[in-house]
């Protein structure tokens, strides 16, 4: 947090200065009040009475407007400080491996970026100038009593050690609860976001009741926590009162009975002594009520902090960019696992040269889209080599070897925008009517000329405004109008009827002519035409070879493609 606050040094300093103006006014008032008791209530002069009362009034005007200086001053570095973090936070989570989205909820840390950075504005906007104007008021009024009369500060000094005693015990005990509360609130802001994501399947299953009571647990959780660290640390304002209330009394019996033996006291010592005493008091309680929001911030600090110390995605010291990619790919003896118990692949080896079409098949969990993963370099193999034009990837910037892949996945995602800045993010600087060419190689012009506002039509939520099968049209147009070596297609038709997919395929084979194209499909019927065909199960090829060859051998392949055309169906 220093080192945020350290750009704002000056503003700082400045807010530092209207504290101390205010509190050099607040000691003299003080020391006001008690000489209008000697000086002028106690010798009857009225006159004298009425100027140092406009002169108080002067003093305060000005300790108001050198408060509400100090306040919009540090308002204004909250803001900064947090929009600060929030770009760096965010800055940072685009940094991460994709290891790290698959391992930790979304909206964890969707409630890092908002709710754990605003905790910290809160905290800044609010606490920092208390802390400051506190700090030099106690400071300010122990000079002023010792002053006046070091016997009374010493006697009203006697409670002190009591305060710090008592705040020390409370926030070491309620630290931990105020960490378990964030903690539970980021559980429940990724509960509540899976849900509304989810609320489809939760509709069409009759599990509302179930969502319901899980949710409950969740809440239930959160809220113990937050009644625990709240409560505790609610405690330490009343305690501080009576603490203040009990010094206060202490001072008021021991001023009165200084004066009645007769020492060089008055009356208006001990009242200026007890205002002195409640202006040394006042913001060390203020500093320990605000504690819950100070701990609160640490906690969401820690959160926020902790995401930015995660060790980001980086290319190697000697990464070179691709330039001119012919889309030769190769993968020897690779072997992956996403934990060390469980091997994924195991001693794979493909070889696809520029411009063909390799196809691989296998059952549910077989290690095909792990294939693909590891070609985008989204994991690390554990041995073995990955090439691309005889260049292992691990020597290529992921940026540049990202960018020369172009990928349809079977779960696409849509961007609230128009579907022509949809289509516009496989290549930024495309015109419009490279955008719509992409469109009609794609089939998805007929459908997107006949919605509302057509190429400027706003898509809601990941295109929810759309059937499952436009969104994927829209992918694969996308995937078109990338300037791309290499093409990946993840089930890219799966959600497509079969007159549409025929229509697709012939203009896959324009878009995927002079690209070497990988396809995972389970629809055996759109990859009769690749070059080959990799049969995997359990992590291993088990066979290869094009469409003829694999059904001549009648093994694996063969059984698979004929159990899905036993009637003799075929597009």
């Given amino acids: 947090m220093l080192k945020y606050l350290s750009h704002k040094k000056y503003s700082l300093a400045l807010i530092f200065a209207f504290c101390l103006v205010t509190t050099l006014i607040t000691i003299f008032g003080t020391k006001l009040n008690g000489e209008i008791i000697d000086k002028y209530i106690v010798v009857g002069n009225m006159s004298g009475l009425y100027k140092i009362c406009l002169m108080l009034i002067g003093m305060y005007i000005i300790s108001t407007i050198s408060t509400f200086v100090q306040n919009r001053l540090m308002i204004n570095i909250a803001q900064n400080t947090s929009s600060e973090i929030r770009k760096d936070l965010f800055k940072s989570m685009q940094n991460l491996p994709l290891k790290y989205f698959d391992t930790n909820s979304s909206g964890d840390l969707m409630s890092r970026l908002t709710n754990d950075v605003d905790n910290i504005n809160m905290t800044l906007s609010q606490s920092i100038t208390q802390l400051f104007s506190g700090v030099i008021n106690i400071v300010g009024m122990l000079i002023a009593m010792l002053i006046l009369s070091p016997t009374l500060t010493i006697v009203g000094l006697v409670t002190t050690p009591i305060m710090f005693l008592t705040t020390k015990i409370i926030m070491k005990n309620t630290q931990p609860y105020f960490i378990k509360q964030q903690k539970q609130l980021g559980k429940l802001n990724g509960y509540i976001e899976e849900m509304v994501s989810g609320q489809k399947a939760t509709i069409l299953f009759s599990k509302e009741e179930h969502v319901k009571e899980e949710f409950q647990k969740i809440n239930t959780s959160l809220t113990k926590s937050a009644v625990i ?86 290319d190697n010291i000697d990464s070179v960019n691709l330039e001119n990619i012919q889309g030769n790919v190769s993968l020897n003896n690779v072997e992956f696992s996403y934990n060390k118990d469980k091997k994924i692949l195991k001693g794979i080896d493909l070889k696809a040269s520029q411009g063909q079409t390799i196809a691989i098949v296998g059952p549910t969990g077989s290690g095909k889209t792990t294939i693909i993963n590891l070609l985008n370099k989204f994991y690390n193999i554990d041995s073995g080599e990955i090439t691309i034009d005889s260049q292992n990837i691990n020597s290529i910037k992921m940026n540049s070897l990202r960018k020369s892949i172009a990928m349809v996945l079977q779960d696409t995602y849509l961007f609230s925008v128009s579907v022509r800045e949809n289509i516009r993010y496989g290549h930024l600087d495309a015109t419009d009517e490279e955008i719509e060419e992409a469109a009609k190689l794609a089939h998805a012009h007929h459908f997107i000329k006949q919605l509302p506002d057509g190429y400027d039509t706003i898509l809601s939520d990941n295109g929810s405004n759309l059937s499952h099968g436009q969104r994927q049209l829209l992918a694969i147009s996308r995937a078109i109008l990338s300037k791309s070596s290499i093409l990946i297609l993840d089930e890219a038709t799966s959600s497509i009827d079969t007159r549409t997919e025929v229509a697709i395929q012939k203009a896959m084979t324009n878009l995927m002519c002079g690209k070497t194209t990988f396809i995972i499909a389970h629809r055996l019927s759109t990859i009769k035409n690749a070059d080959m065909i990799l049969a995997i199960k359990g992590g291993e090829v088990i066979e290869r070879g094009t469409h003829e060859e694999l059904l001549e051998e009648e093994g694996f392949y063969a059984n698979l493609y004929n159990s899905q055309f036993r009637s003799g169906l075929s597009i």
């Fill in 229 to 314: 660290a709240q409560g505790l640390s609610g405690f330490m304002g009343p305690v501080m009162n009576f603490i203040s209330n009990l010094t206060y009394l202490i001072l008021a019996i021991c001023g009165g009975y200084f004066i009645l033996s007769g020492m060089d006291i008055t009356v208006g010592v001990v009242f200026t002594i007890i205002l002195y005493m409640r202006n040394f008091n006042r913001p060390i309680n203020e500093i320990l009520n605000i504690s819950n929001t100070i701990q609160s911030a640490l906690a969401g600090a820690e959160r926020v902090f902790e995401l930015m110390d995660e060790e980001p995605e980086k």
